[in-house]
């Protein structure tokens, strides 16, 4: 079985074709024939950075998303799967489990259906952004009728808050540049304003008040966090602490602690 993998930091060129062991489903286990990965920063950051424990074996396999089909089940595995079925997963790759291989297993419970009326490539960029979309809104913790500002809006990250937030009614502002306004009102923001670094100010001139949670995708931090009211609640995914003022709530995303919770990956194929 063949493999992309790295063995040292660097840019794209590190990457290499390396084969790996054969691999068969066991009990409560399906075997997954890849076809198609998506790329996410944090793919590129473990590239560059080799951030990854030392003691992983090499080559090091990266990715964090995947969809393909079902090729084997694992004997005494009780589900509704059969051979062919079109599925989605998220993995980590710090546990020696990336997601640039020609096959994966995965525990049945951790694989969801691919959408429907979505192609085998778009659904693999769902697992990942998606779940950590769900997360970012489950931190903020807001009620249906209140105001969410999303930064980076036109990217997956951004574009799946947008659409989730808008689906519990919340009322969506969101950022983009003039080539993708068109695209983030179609996901679902009430309100589009102009991205830049004065994005507190474009927000605040619709939202004087200031939105009462944001969700940083376009990672602005400082340059963001003025367009937050007193009192109310940022998400960051790239672990921004903030600072102490205004008593507004700071929150870090790690979809790491959602990977596991495919009934949550089972609702956003759903939601298509």
């Not at 546990?95 to 959408?115: F, K, T």
Request: hydrophobic fraction near 40%; charge should be negative; glycine fraction near 12%.
């Amino acid at each position: 079985m063949r493999g992309i993998g790295i063995t040292e930091s660097g840019g794209p060129d590190v990457f290499g074709i390396c084969e790996l062991p054969e691999v068969h489903a066991g009990p409560q286990e399906v075997r997954i024939r890849v076809r198609a990965v998506s790329v996410n920063p944090v793919d590129t950051m473990m590239r560059v950075s080799k951030q990854f424990d030392t003691d992983e074996p090499t080559p090091f396999i990266v990715g964090m998303d995947l969809a393909g089909n079902i090729d084997e089940v694992g004997p005494n595995t009780e589900t509704n799967f059969r051979v062919g079925d079109a599925v989605i997963a998220m993995v980590l790759p710090r546990e020696g489990m990336g997601a640039y291989r020609e096959s994966i297993v995965l525990p049945v419970d951790s694989v969801s259906p691919v959408p429907k009326n979505v192609s085998i490539v778009e659904a693999s960029t769902l697992s990942m952004n998606g779940l950590t979309a769900r997360q970012s809104l489950d931190q903020l913790d807001l009620s249906k009728g209140q105001t969410i500002g999303v930064t980076g809006a036109a990217g997956c990250y951004g574009g799946y808050v947008v659409q989730l937030a808008k689906s519990e009614g919340l009322r969506v502002i969101a950022d983009a540049s003039p080539k993708d306004e068109d695209l983030v009102r179609e996901l679902g923001a009430d309100i589009v304003v102009p991205r830049g670094d004065d994005i507190a100010q474009q927000m605040r001139k619709v939202v004087p008040e200031g939105v009462d949670g944001l969700a940083d995708g376009s990672v602005q931090n400082h340059l963001s966090v003025g367009a937050v009211r007193d009192g109310g609640s940022f998400v960051s995914v790239r672990y921004w602490e903030g600072t102490a003022e205004r008593e507004i709530e700071f929150h870090q995303t790690s979809v790491s602690d959602y990977f596991h919770r495919a009934e949550l990956l089972d609702q956003l194929s759903r939601k298509g």
